[in-house]
């Protein structure tokens, strides 16, 4: 029972914490949910549960916003609600999938019932390299403290990756309601910046990612006067 405590008094200063910290709140909010569903206070765990889906997906934080969607799919059948259930699980498996989060996805497919494709010695050589790839960009740039800086490094890391010739960085300013180009990096930095507000703004509303190695030539985008 002690321990119980512990663990509520724990995820109450978390949420505390985090209130204002909106990239973490979502996270706070889901465990909470977690708590009082094993401790079998439904209204409440559904409440936080939701309130969860909510704050994940109002700042785009995808990953956190499936994550709860699992989550809150395993409460759903606990409570005989194997439609909502499977529903949530669908949603999570998608997002899991969009933005290749191989572990989440492979635990939703169990809930669904779908068989996993072993992946191909090539695929594995490549999740390989990938996570080595986040830890040495995480090592580089867990030590940065001075936000242009920290920046600018992850900026370069991303070029790096990606093979791209240059990059941009925007951040969202929340009183303004805009994007605000922050950095830049790659080839010779000219005057005239080539990217496409159009697409800019498409991924940050949308929340996906854009692959195109020549955006004028496809048609979806064609729609745009400027590329």
């Not at 606990?78 to 997002?95: P, V």
């Not at 009183?175 to 005057?191: A, F, I, N, Y």
């Amino acid at each position: 029972r002690t321990l119980v405590k512990k663990i509520k008094k724990a995820c109450k200063t978390a949420i505390s914490k985090t209130k204002n910290w909106k990239t973490h709140y979502g996270g706070a909010l889901r465990v909470m949910a977690e708590y009082y569903m094993i401790t079998s206070k439904q209204r409440k765990a559904e409440k936080f549960f939701l309130k969860s889906l909510e704050v994940c997906e109002k700042t785009g934080r995808r990953y956190e916003f499936a994550k709860t969607l699992f989550k809150y799919g395993i409460f759903l059948q606990k409570n005989n609600q194997e439609k909502r259930a499977r529903q949530n699980w669908e949603k999570a498996y998608k997002i899991f999938e969009e933005i290749e989060s191989i572990a989440y996805k492979k635990k939703v497919a169990k809930y669904l019932g779908i068989e996993e494709k072993q992946p191909t010695p090539v695929q594995r050589l490549q999740e390989k390299h990938r996570l080595n790839t986040v830890i040495r960009v995480t090592q580089d740039i867990s030590s940065i403290l001075e936000s242009g800086i920290l920046l600018k490094n992850v900026l370069n890391k991303a070029i790096e990756v990606t093979g791209a010739r240059r990059g941009y960085l925007f951040i969202y300013n929340e009183k303004s309601g805009d994007l605000e180009l922050k950095v830049q990096e790659g080839e010779k930095q000219q005057e005239t910046q080539h990217y496409s507000e159009n697409i800019v703004y498409q991924v940050f509303q949308e929340g996906t990612t854009i692959m195109t190695t020549n955006a004028e030539a496809e048609q979806q985008f064609t729609i745009y006067k400027s590329i």
